[in-house]
């Protein structure tokens, strides 16, 4: 199985300022997926933003985005103006192309300071 | 829109009983999955389907079984429940062969065993 690692137990940040979170795998694959999660109190998984190893171009989504590096095989995520909603946990994972399972990195648990 | 839904929420269960968890989606997604999440260990796979009338084992799937007689629902069961099964339980759905499609997810359920 893939190994993700997300060397950041916890981090914090101050509203409106910019938080980075890190992430990195151990693949042998050259064509794979990554993906952000977010996981408020409530529970639910909520997809943040995804990842095509094989696209050069860093995902954005509006306050979201990532920093590819397939060569350092690392994938962090960063959080822009940063609102009291975004305090959750944020797992990274892996999928190999033709795959069906995910692999899950431990999670690193976001406080935004008001 | 219902998703996946998980069913129970909550369950608190003693040595030795047994149980059943419920997933259903309504996207008519192939691919369907149940994971366990630890404390400081992500979401890690138990068992997982690609079809009704299948299913296979993920990484930790001792002292679990399940079942895909619909597509639409994936039972997880405990035959005997343990102490070492106090979790929270995840079920996800995807589609076939769309390898970028991030896995949808249930919002869980908290099981304790005492």
């Known amino acids: 199985a893939q190994t993700v690692t997300q060397s950041q137990p916890e981090m914090s940040v101050q509203e409106a300022e910019t938080v980075t979170l890190s992430c990195t795998y151990d693949?042998?694959?050259?064509?794979?997926?990554l993906f952000w999660y977010k996981q408020p109190p409530s529970r639910q998984m909520i997809l943040v933003i995804r990842?095509?190893?094989?696209?050069?171009q860093n995902a954005t989504e509006n306050r979201f985005s990532v920093n590819f590096q397939k060569a350092a095989k690392s994938f962090s995520l960063k959080i822009s103006d940063s609102q009291l909603g975004d305090a959750a946990m944020y797992f990274c994972?892996?999928?190999?192309?033709?795959?069906?399972?995910?692999?899950f990195g431990a999670g690193t648990t976001v406080t935004v300071r008001a | 829109n219902a998703g996946v839904t998980q069913t129970p929420k909550f369950r608190v269960l003693k040595t030795g009983q047994s149980m059943t968890l419920l997933c259903a989606q309504d996207?008519?997604?192939?691919?369907m999955y149940w994971y366990r999440q630890d404390p400081g260990m992500g979401l890690r796979l138990i068992h997982y389907?690609?079809?009704?009338?299948?299913?296979a084992k993920g990484e930790v799937p001792d002292g679990y079984n399940v079942s895909r007689l619909k597509k639409q629902n994936f039972l997880l069961g405990l035959e005997s429940a343990a102490p070492s099964q106090t979790s929270v339980y995840f079920c996800?759905?995807?589609?076939?062969?769309?390898?970028?499609?991030?896995?949808?997810f249930g919002d869980g359920t908290r099981l304790s065993i005492l």
């Open positions: 996207m008519n997604h192939e691919y």
């Open positions: 996800a759905s995807s589609s076939e062969g769309v390898w970028n499609q991030p896995q949808h």
């Open positions: 693949t042998s694959e050259s064509d794979y997926y």
């Open positions: 994972a892996y999928r190999s192309a033709g795959d069906y399972k995910l692999s």
């Open positions: 990842q095509e190893a094989y696209k050069q």
């Open positions: 389907s690609v079809g009704e009338g299948t299913t």
